[in-house]
Nanobody
């Protein structure tokens, strides 16, 4: 059984920084952060596999960093230079399959999400 629990979401001003955490239990290979803005579909932000190889959406490259602390079973998303359009729910997702890359794949396991609000 895989369980994911996010934390760290809060309200910040534009240009600020925030670090999200996701505690992971169970055996997984790929992990990801997704963003769902109000009234929009959920979008992939960043992924990482257990070897530490990351991928990023173009909209966050250079601003966000995904990392995995295997010793703490915790996934992180460091978000810098935040913009109002980064507002929304952020979800941690995981998948066990080691076949193929982690980006743009189906993720079987999801956390409940954490809310980030960026004000201008």
């Amino acid at each position: 059984q895989v369980q994911l629990v996010e934390s760290g979401g809060k309200s910040v001003q534009a240009g600020g920084s925030l670090k999200l955490s996701c505690v992971v239990s169970g055996d997984i290979y790929c992990l990801a952060w997704f963003h769902q803005a109000p009234g929009k579909e959920r979008e992939e932000v960043a992924t990482v596999n257990t070897d530490g190889f990351p991928t990023y959406a173009d909209s966050v490259k250079g601003r966000f960093t995904i990392s995995l602390d295997n010793a703490k079973n915790t996934l992180y998303l460091q978000m810098n230079s935040l913009k109002p359009e980064d507002t929304g729910m952020y979800f941690c997702a995981a998948d066990r399959s080691s076949w193929g890359g982690c980006s743009s794949r189906f993720f079987a396991y999801w956390g409940p999400g954490t809310q980030v609000t960026v004000s201008s």
